[in-house]
């Protein structure tokens, strides 16, 4: 499974657009990519996926360059509520079924 | 509907003790999976069951670690002589199948002393 990197941790503040980097430079060609934010206490919630190009559902965005070894969620107009921390897997959706591979993620803090 | 459910929400156990961790996934859902989430770290793969059966258990620590869905609903995910390096939060997930999106309960936050 591919391994990705992204920042540790991101200030923001309300009202702004967050974007938030991935890179994985040996995904694969089965390839997808899944953003999925956790809060405390909470188990991770899935944001969005996408293979190429844009997708954009009513959470955030998610681009992907034509050589797709890297990615990035785009979260607009941020609120206090979107404090998570927010991780970027790569993983193939043909393998029976998708064993997740979490890395440390991103630490997004939004503040007034 | 009601999403995946875990219970407790939190375990103390001493050192040596046996712990079981419940998991009822959402109706309906054939996959479930077990992560363990260190304290600061992402979650890590466990095991995965499609119906009753479990087909990956790779990621299972040690044969301490024992997991189960004998009728393919709720499973239980059983730790044997429990260690301090068993400290963590035991997530559960639940899809409608192998490949589609994985819904996650609030996790089972086990401390052993």
């Known amino acids: 499974l591919a391994k990705t990197t992204q920042p540790v941790s991101m200030d923001s503040y309300e009202g702004q657009e967050v974007n938030i980097t991935c890179s994985h430079n040996n995904i694969a060609t089965n390839d997808y990519i899944t953003w999925y934010q956790q809060f405390p206490s909470q188990g991770p919630r899935f944001i969005i996926q996408?293979?190429?190009t844009k997708v954009t559902n009513e959470v955030a965005s998610l681009f992907i360059p034509a050589d797709r070894k890297s990615s990035t969620l785009s979260l607009p107009r941020v609120s206090l509520s979107d404090t998570a921390v927010y991780y970027c897997l790569v993983g193939a959706m043909n393998t029976g079924f998708q064993k997740l591979v979490f890395g440390t993620g991103t630490r997004l803090l939004v503040s007034p | 509907g009601a999403g995946v459910s875990q219970s407790p929400r939190y375990k103390v156990a001493k050192r040596g003790q046996d712990v079981a961790l419940r998991c009822d996934p959402i109706?309906?859902?054939?996959?479930l999976f077990w992560y363990q989430q260190a304290l600061g770290q992402g979650p890590e793969f466990l095991t995965y069951f499609q119906n009753e059966a479990q087909l990956d258990k790779s990621g299972l620590p040690s044969d301490r670690f024992f997991a189960e869905r004998p009728e393919g609903s709720v499973s239980t995910l059983k730790i044997q002589r429990t260690q301090q390096e068993d400290s963590a939060v035991y997530l559960c997930?639940?899809?409608?199948?192998?490949?589609?999106?994985?819904?996650f309960g609030p996790g089972t936050r086990l401390l052993v002393l």
């Open positions: 997930a639940s899809s409608l199948a192998g490949q589609e999106t994985q819904y």
């Open positions: 996408g293979y190429k």
């Open positions: 109706s309906g859902h054939v996959s």
